[in-house]
């Protein structure tokens, strides 16, 4: 389904050319400090780091401490969003996690943020399970909250602890995740120039089984059996995915271009989710976008999920790469297999 920024829903773009008035007032970012470099994983798989960088692009990736978990390090991103907006978490009104990874199962992961930022009184808190796609569905659903007139000021959050759900011994899986958080402080924008003109969100539930984690939940619960049969790790279909993942970002970035007007020259930035470079630069050769508009850290943080897209956007902003006026393309697709496309203009 298309997303239209007058609320409308539909197969057409009549009305994609308005805005949502969103402005982006601070973002924040935290990565945990120990480094898993690719010798790690040559030490007991039958793998080399030539073998994964000419594959995936990753270099190195992070891993949370032991006493470090998805809520921890998203409260961390937020206190640094917060300090580049200017605000206190007295401002918040509304805090929408984006995670796969959350805490436990229950209460929501932006609970328990609400509760280390101390300072967010009566703030609505909840997660949204958007995998991959999931700081553009939060986005999505923060901007909804706010344009309404519902809340003010939303923190918006992506954080993933992926570590914690990988087979050490599937070479397939084990080296291409990396823990990571990311934050984002949205509320309404006066400037009619500013704010969200497209978004896209999609879902192919037939391929549900291509990226998931089969035990844990009401549908099989924790056993002895699901433990010995390490069906609480992550399990991936990569070719499949990978064919899907290629095919649907180029759909999504042809639909947004022709939605908007826009052409790529008129990106500042294109901040793809960091599943693949190679993935990444198919895309890019495609859309003829040079080096330096295409946002990548893949190398570096390996695929960090529903935070890698907030990573990529807040060191950008913070180097000055990004400012008021720019227009940037966010496209991601994850586990669901869900996708989703959204162009904003800062």
Same mark, same amino acid.
């Given at each position: 389904?298309?997303?239209?920024?007058?609320?409308?829903?539909?197969?057409?773009?009549?009305?994609?050319?308005?805005? &949502?008035? =969103?402005?982006?007032?601070?973002?924040?970012?935290?990565?945990?400090?120990?480094?898993?470099?690719?010798?790690?994983?040559?030490?007991?798989?039958?793998?080399?780091?030539? $073998? #994964?960088?000419?594959?995936?692009?990753?270099?190195?990736?992070?891993?949370?401490?032991?006493?470090?978990?998805?809520?921890?390090?998203?409260?961390?991103?937020?206190?640094?969003?917060?300090?580049?907006?200017?605000?206190?978490?007295?401002?918040?009104?509304?805090?929408?996690?984006?995670?796969?990874?959350?805490?436990?199962?229950?209460?929501?992961?932006?609970?328990?943020?609400?509760?280390?930022?101390? +300072?967010?009184?009566?703030?609505?808190?909840?997660?949204?399970?958007?995998?991959?796609?999931?700081? #553009?569905?939060?986005?999505?659903?923060?901007?909804?909250?706010?344009?309404?007139?519902?809340?003010?000021?939303?923190?918006?959050?992506? %954080?993933?602890?992926?570590?914690?759900?990988?087979?050490?011994?599937?070479?397939?899986?084990?080296?291409?995740?990396?823990?990571?958080?990311?934050?984002?402080?949205?509320?309404?924008? &006066?400037?009619?120039?500013?704010? #969200?003109?497209?978004?896209?969100?999609?879902?192919?539930?037939?391929?549900?089984?291509?990226? $998931?984690?089969?035990?844990?939940?009401?549908?099989?619960?924790? %056993?002895?059996?699901?433990?010995?049969?390490?069906?609480?790790?992550?399990?991936?279909? +990569?070719?499949?995915?990978?064919?899907?993942?290629?095919?649907?970002?180029?759909?999504?970035?042809?639909?947004?271009?022709?939605?908007?007007? &826009?052409?790529?020259?008129?990106?500042?930035?294109?901040?793809?989710?960091?599943?693949?470079?190679?993935?990444?630069?198919?895309?890019?050769?495609?859309?003829? &976008?040079?080096?330096?508009?295409?946002? =990548?850290?893949?190398?570096?943080?390996?695929?960090?999920?529903?935070? %890698? #897209?907030?990573?990529?956007?807040?060191?950008?902003?913070?180097?000055?790469?990004?400012?008021?006026?720019?227009?940037?393309?966010?496209?991601?697709? +994850?586990?669901?297999?869900? $996708?989703?496309?959204?162009?904003?203009?800062?």
């Amino acid at each position: 389904m298309r997303v239209l920024a007058n609320g409308e829903t539909g197969n057409d773009f009549d009305f994609m050319g308005k805005l &949502l008035p =969103i402005r982006l007032c601070g973002t924040g970012s935290y990565v945990p400090t120990e480094v898993v470099t690719n010798d790690h994983f040559c030490g007991y798989l039958d793998t080399s780091d030539e $073998w #994964i960088v000419t594959r995936t692009g990753i270099r190195e990736r992070h891993k949370a401490a032991p006493k470090e978990s998805t809520s921890t390090m998203a409260a961390e991103a937020a206190r640094r969003a917060l300090e580049d907006a200017g605000m206190t978490p007295d401002d918040i009104d509304v805090i929408v996690c984006a995670t796969a990874t959350g805490d436990c199962p229950f209460p929501a992961t932006a609970a328990f943020v609400s509760e280390q930022l101390g +300072g967010t009184g009566n703030a609505a808190a909840f997660d949204i399970n958007g995998a991959c796609a999931g700081f #553009i569905y939060a986005t999505t659903v923060a901007a909804g909250l706010l344009t309404s007139g519902v809340h003010k000021t939303a923190l918006v959050i992506g %954080s993933e602890t992926l570590s914690r759900y990988l087979n050490p011994e599937d070479r397939g899986t084990a080296i291409l995740l990396g823990d990571a958080a990311g934050a984002a402080i949205l509320t309404r924008s &006066l400037n009619p120039e500013q704010g #969200i003109l497209h978004v896209e969100l999609g879902c192919d539930g037939t391929k549900s089984q291509h990226i $998931w984690v089969p035990a844990g939940g009401s549908r099989l619960p924790a %056993s002895t059996m699901t433990v010995n049969e390490r069906l609480h790790f992550m399990h991936m279909k +990569g070719r499949d995915v990978y064919k899907f993942a290629v095919l649907k970002m180029e759909e999504l970035i042809d639909r947004a271009m022709e939605a908007t007007g &826009l052409t790529p020259a008129d990106l500042k930035m294109f901040l793809p989710h960091q599943s693949n470079l190679r993935i990444i630069e198919s895309v890019r050769d495609r859309m003829g &976008l040079p080096v330096e508009k295409v946002a =990548i850290n893949i190398n570096r943080f390996g695929n960090t999920s529903a935070a %890698s #897209i907030l990573l990529a956007l807040d060191e950008h902003r913070r180097n000055g790469t990004l400012g008021p006026g720019d227009h940037i393309l966010m496209v991601a697709v +994850g586990a669901g297999l869900v $996708w989703g496309s959204m162009i904003m203009r800062l």
